[in-house]
């Protein structure tokens, strides 16, 4: 172990802390402070960056029941991101949760049905990205000051829809960054399209590529990982950073809202101070649940993660029989967000699961992107019983949305309702009657016409934009202000390309010739 590796460091306070550095998953090399693990979004080997080890909690559940949103935030943040001052976190998330969200609370829990939602779609556009990606920005242009980052950072973002207008929300107008987002021209919602081709700021440019969601990401890892593009960059005075779910940025925010919902919970006396819950995550790239895993380990008593799959189901299969294999249809769903074959922030997984072994892990990410598949050992899969996969099939999804608003009024979008009918498939397996928080993660209006249509096929008759204003009178529930704005906005972006084009795309926004 190098020198200093895991020392402890004295904080201005006085308390001491655990100073927590950042490895690849794909070799053993030096590791990073935090700001540079934000700085650099991915390492060079290719690997994601991991935490060398998941800090404990050090406020009392009962504490913490007492803490606002934002001094929660702090409380989990500081742990993880060891290097950044207090005055610095601080700072960092007052920006991120303000007015920008429309409630004071920034991600309240409804009771439906026998189920805690935690409604995570609160922020600017909607959806659960805006959590961590409305902080992101200042937790990077705070990295690139503590790290005396002369170069404009450019962020490169492959969407499957929501991450692409919540990255653009928070790092439109924001000095020394510009920002790129790739998505897949006919694999969004029209309004998550909307949403991002109106994207007002001249740091900002979209596009969309034939392909899908996996071939966006796929080009934008090997962008990230070509050497001689990085020396073209450096020389016009630019450097790439990630907003993608892999960005440890993305992550340690997304940690807070789980320790959040626990003491709300318990604040509300809901629940008694250790009683174990249950968390349901709609997953795509495996970042959301990823995050629930690390508030598992940091201590919060959560009994099971319950990883919900849409049509594209390959975590399930993964969860049943260890084979991870992405050669398989890929499969177009009415929870876009989370039309994904390849679950990146799932490595960090595998990583910790091998026994934090970088040569193991290589070994099977070089099988998946050679073969597409690998398989995991007995003993490996002994440590995946935290978690219980299951999914749903569009026509579940459906059935779930309109059995919930027609027993208890509640509408939820088609991501959160792949979530309600998995826990209702896992109850229904286990009798398991531990309380439970479903991950809320959009907002019904940005996936009106299939929330619509779920409900009663009359609705597929109607314009997008008369379905919102059925929706909200049906829902009993305003407008939220990101779709009012796209009513009439205009289009600003309208590049269109083939995935052999990025690189050429990216230079020309960037005038490198
Ligand atoms: C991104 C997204 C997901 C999937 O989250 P991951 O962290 O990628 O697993 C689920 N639902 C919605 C609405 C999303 O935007």
Redesign the pocket.
């Given at each position: 172990m190098p020198d200093g590796y895991e020392k402890t460091i004295e904080k201005t306070k006085g308390n001491l802390f655990m100073e927590v550095l950042y490895k690849s998953t794909r070799s053993d090399g030096t590791p990073v402070t935090a700001s540079q693990a934000i700085l650099k979004g991915l390492s060079e080997d290719g690997g994601l960056f991991v935490p060398d080890h998941i800090p404990t909690l050090d406020k009392s559940l009962s504490e913490l029941s007492n803490m606002t949103y934002k001094e929660t935030a702090y409380e989990v943040m500081k742990l993880f991101l060891t290097d950044f001052t207090e005055e610095e976190l601080k700072t960092c998330i007052d920006k991120a949760y303000d007015s920008k969200f429309d409630t004071d609370v920034i991600a309240p829990l409804v009771e439906a049905d026998g189920v805690y939602f935690l409604e995570l779609f609160h922020g600017a556009t909607i959806?659960?990205?805006d959590m961590a990606l409305s902080i992101l920005p200042h937790l990077l242009i705070t990295a690139a000051k503590k790290n005396q980052v002369k170069n404009e950072i450019v962020i490169l973002t492959a969407t499957?829809?929501?991450?692409g207008k919540a990255a653009l929300a928070g790092f439109a107008g924001v000095e020394g960054t510009r920002i790129i987002v790739f998505y897949p021209k006919n694999g969004v919602s029209p309004i998550q399209e909307k949403q991002m081709v109106t994207q007002k700021g001249a740091n900002t440019h979209v596009v969309g590529i034939h392909g899908n969601f996996d071939d966006a990401q796929t080009g934008v890892k090997q962008l990230f990982n070509d050497r001689e593009l990085a020396k073209e960059m450096e020389k016009a005075g630019f450097q790439f950073s990630s907003a993608n779910?892999i960005n440890i940025g993305r992550l340690v925010p997304q940690i807070v809202y789980y320790v959040y919902a626990y003491a709300r919970l318990l604040s509300e006396g809901e629940l008694k101070e250790g009683e174990k819950i249950n968390v349901v995550?709609?997953?795509?790239?495996?970042?959301?649940?990823l995050a629930a895993y690390y508030a598992k380990n940091m201590g919060l008593p959560i009994e099971k993660l319950i990883c919900a799959s849409n049509d594209n189901k390959v975590l399930y299969d993964f969860f049943q029989t260890g084979a991870y294999d992405k050669n398989r249809e890929f499969v177009l769903t009415t929870?876009p967000?989370?039309d994904?074959l390849i679950?990146s922030?799932l490595e960090r997984l595998i990583y910790r699961i091998a026994g934090n072994d970088a040569g193991k892990n290589t070994e099977l990410m070089n099988a998946l992107s050679g073969e597409g598949k690998y398989e995991i050992t007995e003993v490996m899969r002994k440590e995946l019983l935290d978690f219980y996969g299951n999914f749903a099939t569009e026509s579940e999804a459906g059935q779930t949305i309109k059995a919930l608003f027609e027993r208890c009024g509640y509408i939820i979008?088609t991501?959160t309702a792949v979530a309600a009918a998995v826990y209702g498939k896992y109850k229904k397996e286990t009798k398991d009657g531990t309380k439970t928080v479903i991950a809320s993660?959009?907002s019904p209006f940005k996936f009106t016409r299939s929330v619509m249509e779920a409900i009663d096929p009359k609705y597929s008759s109607m314009e997008d934009f008369e379905l919102v204003d059925e929706l909200a009178k049906l829902g009993n529930i305003s407008v939220p202000n990101a779709i009012e704005e796209i009513r009439t906005a205009q289009v600003l972006h309208k590049t269109v390309c083939e995935r052999n084009e990025m690189k050429t795309i990216v230079k020309n926004f960037l005038e490198i010739k």
């Open positions: 959806a659960f990205k499957s829809g929501d991450t779910s995550v709609p997953t795509g790239n495996f970042g959301n649940i929870s967000s989370m994904i679950s922030n979008d991501h993660t959009a």
